[in-house]
């Protein structure tokens, strides 16, 4: 069984799922089991723990665990509760503090990196356990995971509003991109295949979203439509069309007046006539 001092700990974060009265007593037993699942969890994934081994680890029956979180499911759910709320409350805390498209960008990738490097198994187990569940969508973890994007997208459209990215900027899209890009980037660190330096990444990956959402309008390469693109082509057309008109009414060398010789021999005829005045 697990000391008081850690459990006591858990059980202001944690509620039961069975329905009953929440006495101390059954709140503390509540954190215990959920503290041996999270360890059963980390150290066999969704798939391979088992009820009955969270139940050894915590002294009790296997009906018992039963009694509070109805499946092995619900006892995932609310380890990632455990972990999603307090992140929330602490990005949230900080969130407000900040100011600006980049410094708000910036911390919003760099604490989403932290993740990834401090809770390595969870993590792991949300992506590749969680979030492929057909019941994700209807969970508790996906509006948790909503909440916890909505920062990003909050940002995206307080710089729309400031004049700070162009009006069109999708705030989706960029969230798409933030999320899954650094999701994409950590994937190999999930499974033990190298480091990461958060600070650096945080840096370069807020770098290159920023000139991604400020370039077109800043360096005046706006995206070109369909129909602006084959005004373009048609234009090129009629000015080599008007270009070949011109070249063509042009007189050929062989029909140029030979102004050469007459330029040569003017000066000739000029000077036998000074000869011949000469005394």
Known sequence: MKSNAKTSSLAAKVTPIATGKQTPRRMRRAAEILAAAREVFLDKGFERASVSEIASRVGVVEGLVYSYFPTKRDLLNEVLRGMYEPLIQEIADSFSRIQ??????????????????????????????????????????????????????????????????????????????????????????????????????????????????????????????????????????????????????????????????????APRSVAGRRRKDAP
């Open 100 to 265: 600006g498209l980049r410094s708000r960008l910036r911390y919003l990738v760099w604490r989403h990196l932290r993740v990834y490097v401090e809770e390595p198994s969870l993590s792991r187990i949300v992506l590749h356990e969680v979030r492929t569940s057909p019941e994700y969508f209807k969970s508790v973890l996906h509006d948790l995971h909503v909440n916890y994007t909505s920062f990003l997208l909050r940002t995206v459209r307080d710089a729309v509003d400031e004049g700070e990215l162009p009006p069109d900027t999708d705030a989706e899209m960029v969230r798409s991109m933030v999320y899954g890009g650094i999701e994409h980037r950590m994937w190999s660190l999930l499974f033990g295949r190298g480091t990461i330096d958060v600070e650096a990444t945080a840096d370069h990956y807020t770098a290159m979203l920023l000139h991604g959402m400020l370039a077109p309008s800043q360096a005046g390469t706006e995206p070109v439509s369909v129909a602006q693109e084959a005004l373009s082509r048609g234009d090129i057309e009629r000015r080599l069309a008007r270009l070949e008109r011109i070249v063509a009414a042009a007189p050929s060398p062989s029909t140029t007046p030979a102004l050469t010789p007459t330029l040569t021999a």
